[in-house]
């Protein structure tokens, strides 16, 4: 398994709440959500390193990280 930044726990709150998001909004091809997400739950510290591994899974828009990301957590 990937030894990635966010616990499974996390990306999953992550997910849900990008799932809600994207349900009421759409994607606007941002990561306004994700990076909103991790301002309101995330030690700022972390912020530039979690948005550059999600990048490089192939997470560059908001639906992106649902679809792309953090596969080894298995989250559905």
């Keep these: 398994m990937a030894d990635y930044i966010l616990s499974e726990e996390n990306v999953q709150k992550l997910f849900a709440y990008l799932e809600d998001q994207?349900?009421?909004?759409?994607?606007?091809?941002?990561?306004?959500?994700?990076?909103?997400?991790?301002?309101?739950?995330?030690?700022?510290?972390?912020?530039?390193?979690?948005?550059?591994?999600?990048?490089?899974?192939g997470g560059y828009c908001d639906c992106e990280v649902l679809l792309n990301c953090y596969e080894d957590y298995d989250i559905e």
């Excluded at 909004?25 to 909103?36: A, H, K, M, S, V």
């Design 22 to 57: 994207l349900d009421a909004c759409g994607c606007d091809n941002t990561l306004r959500y994700t990076e909103q997400w991790l301002k309101d739950n995330i030690s700022s510290e972390l912020h530039e390193s979690v948005i550059a591994e999600i990048t490089d899974m």
